[in-house]
């Protein structure tokens, strides 16, 4: 889905003709992060390897070179920083979100696709399509360790359990990550997995099923699942 870019700065109430030009292609719903802290938003510019970063408060934007073919952005809200999934270079860009531009970008598998940020740990997990690896990168170091999960599209984080969940639209699982230890547990909900969103306060994953039309919530610490038919299908999921 293409989209122009001028129209999310409008949304954002910021003055940004420049960005009218832009457009993203958005592969998934990451393509747009807002961090609370500073009230920046983020926005993935895939035409021009970008990111634009819009500041409603001060009516301005800047636009920043990232890696090639960006997909997603997260950010770690308490530390500042901004993560970008570079899924044509197999990177990730580290930005800077006081001063707005780029401090490193780290290898992190060979298609990074979609990225979620626990800013307790300050551990950030990155999917790669088409690979059954998933990058944990330590946000302090910038050090990355490649944990072999199995094929992962969608990625959400509980940070008050430091748990990591992953799914994958072939797979039938919803995969069960303990941050610390990597210890996986799965809950059977079936194929053709898309949206994916966590409730900490409920410790309930929820997941939309495209092909089947329905809405799944897993509770976090028994696995037990319960359904709900939207009757309509969900391509997204989001959690306030």
């Not at 009230?39 to 934007?61: E, F, M, Q």
């Not at 551990?123 to 944990?136: H, I």
């Not at 809405?215 to 391509?235: C, P, Y």
Request: hydrophobic fraction near 45%; charge should be neutral.
């Amino acid at each position: 889905m293409r989209m122009k870019l001028g129209w999310l700065v409008f949304a954002c109430g910021a003055q940004l003709l420049a960005a009218a030009e832009a457009e993203g292609t958005l592969i998934s719903a990451r393509a747009a992060a807002f961090n609370p802290n500073n009230g920046k938003t983020y926005l993935v510019d895939a035409r021009h390897d970008a990111l634009w970063i819009l500041n409603a408060a001060a009516k301005s934007s800047v636009r920043v070179a990232v890696g090639k073919a960006p997909s997603a952005v997260a950010v770690d809200a308490r530390r500042g920083r901004v993560y970008v999934a570079d899924s044509g270079d197999g990177t990730v860009t580290v930005v800077d979100g006081q001063a707005d531009r780029v401090t490193t970008k780290v290898k992190a598998g060979p298609h990074p696709y979609v990225l979620a940020v626990n800013d307790a740990t300050g551990k950030v997990y990155v999917t790669n399509t088409f690979s059954d690896l998933v990058a944990e990168i330590d946000g302090a170091s910038n050090s990355v360790e490649m944990l072999k999960l199995g094929s992962a599209d969608g990625v959400a984080v509980d940070r008050n359990t430091n748990k990591v969940f992953l799914i994958g639209y072939e797979g039938a699982d919803v995969k069960v990550l303990d941050g610390r230890t990597h210890v996986v547990r799965t809950a059977n909900v079936g194929e053709h997995m898309w949206g994916i969103a966590v409730s900490e306060k409920t410790g309930t994953v929820y997941v939309t099923r495209v092909g089947a039309a329905e809405l799944v919530a897993v509770d976090e610490e028994t696995l037990s699942v319960k359904r709900a038919h939207v009757g309509e299908i969900q391509i997204g999921r989001a959690h306030v």
